[in-house]
T-cell receptor
Framework: KAGVTQTPRYLIKTRGQQVTLSCSPI?????VSWYQQTPGQGLQFLFE???????NKGNFPGRFSGRQFSNSRSEMNVSTLELGDSALYLC??????????????FGEGSRLTVL | AQTVTQSQPEMSVQEAETVTLSCTYD???????LFWYKQPPSRQMILVIR??????QNATENRFSVNFQKAAKSFSLKISDSQLGDTAMYFC?????????????FGTGTSLTVIP
């Protein structure tokens, strides 16, 4: 079974630009969540989607947005990029077919550098 | 709000020795899961071990075991017979049950180096 796939793996942008990152979950997984990882901050939760609906949202500005498609693939978008947005963005999928199901399966991440 | 604290940014251990990584958390929830995730230098995070808060018995997965102290809100990871492949960043994570959806709270991580 293929794992979680994130594209692109690396990208460089300049301040003010926007970026779109893509995540393909494990087949059958309907929950997709996004995290921002920076040194010293650990993983910060961005948002979670389930069946094309955003179920949870972290404490990030509105420049960060996401969506999920009918095939469970998800994208996140960051507009008006700032230097502080440089980070590893991780996508994770999970089954979430029972209330107790919670294990996250992570992709390798998209490394964003903002110059 | 839930918070997860890992007070050891870096640790090292000799190969074949035992090491314990610390994690404390703060929550008012009574039903939740706790996890340890491992992120090797290649960066794909994988689950090491999981503990349900309602279970008193500590979880064990081969060389990995936890010491779960619910009253103290402590969840440490013990790695026995450390191997070079254990070198990684380790994250402690909390997930509450009963909410709508999947929201994890992660600590800032402990970088573990296994020395040959």
């Amino acid at each position: 079974k293929a794992g979680v796939t994130q594209t692109p793996r690396y990208l460089i942008k300049t301040r003010g630009q926007q970026v779109t990152l893509s995540c393909s979950p494990i087949s059958g997984h309907r929950s997709v969540s996004w995290y921002q990882q920076t040194p010293g901050q650990g993983l910060q939760f961005l948002f979670e989607y389930f069946s094309e609906t955003q179920r949870n949202k972290g404490n990030f500005p509105g420049r960060f947005s996401g969506r999920q498609f009918s095939n469970s693939r998800s994208e996140m978008n960051v507009s008006t990029l700032e230097l502080g947005d440089s980070a590893l963005y991780l996508c994770a999928s999970s089954l979430w077919d029972r209330i107790t199901e919670g294990e996250l399966f992570f992709g390798e991440g998209s490394r964003l550098t903002v110059l | 709000a839930q918070t997860v604290t890992q007070s050891q940014p870096e640790m090292s251990v000799q190969e074949a020795e035992t090491v314990t990584l610390s994690c404390t958390y703060d929550t008012s929830e009574s039903n939740y899961y706790l996890f340890w995730y491992k992120q090797p230098p290649s960066r794909q995070m994988i689950l090491v071990i999981r503990q349900e808060a309602y279970k008193q018995q500590n979880a064990t997965e081969n060389r990995f075991s936890v010491n779960f102290q619910k009253a103290a809100k402590s969840f440490s990871l013990k790695i026995s017979d450390s191997q070079l492949g254990d070198t990684a960043m380790y994250f402690c994570a909390f997930m509450k049950l009963g909410g709508t959806g999947n929201q994890f709270y992660f600590g800032t991580g402990t970088s573990l180096t296994v020395i040959p």
